[in-house]
Nanobody
Framework: QVQLVESGGGLVQPGGSLRLSCAAS????????MGWFRQAPGKQRELVAT???????DYSNSVKGRFTVSRDNAKNTVDLQMNSLKPEDTAVYYC?????????WGQGTQVTVSS
């Protein structure tokens, strides 16, 4: 069984920064893609950023230049540094991992950007 546990969400003012962290635990073999998705109220879950085991990254156009995804392969962790946050970044953020072609999700952490 694989578990993903997120931390680091909260309330921040527009223009501020937050860092999300996610740790994978359990039976982890061939951990390929890790990353983050988000879901705002009334909207579908969408990709934010992902990274592969060899360091390749992919970002949503809406966060390019503001967010940075990073991972530690030895610790099976992935972080998301979010800068210059905007109200439209408000959402529940979900950690994601693909292990042996199976998708796993964290429980989600709320990020609210508001003055």
């Amino acid at each position: 069984q694989v578990q993903l546990v997120e931390s680091g969400g909260g309330l921040v003012q527009p223009g501020g920064s937050l860092r999300l962290s996610c740790a994978a635990s359990g039976r982890i073999v061939n951990l390929n893609v890790m990353g983050w998705f988000r879901q705002a109220p009334g909207k579908q879950r969408e990709l934010v950023a992902t990274t592969t085991a060899d360091g390749s990254t992919d970002y949503s156009n809406s966060v390019k230049g503001r967010f940075t995804v990073s991972r530690d392969n030895a610790k099976n962790t992935v972080d998301l540094q979010m800068n210059s946050l905007k109200p439209e970044d408000t959402a529940v953020y979900y950690c994601y991992a693909n292990i042996r072609f199976r998708d796993y999700w964290g429980q989600g952490t709320q990020v609210t950007v508001s003055s």
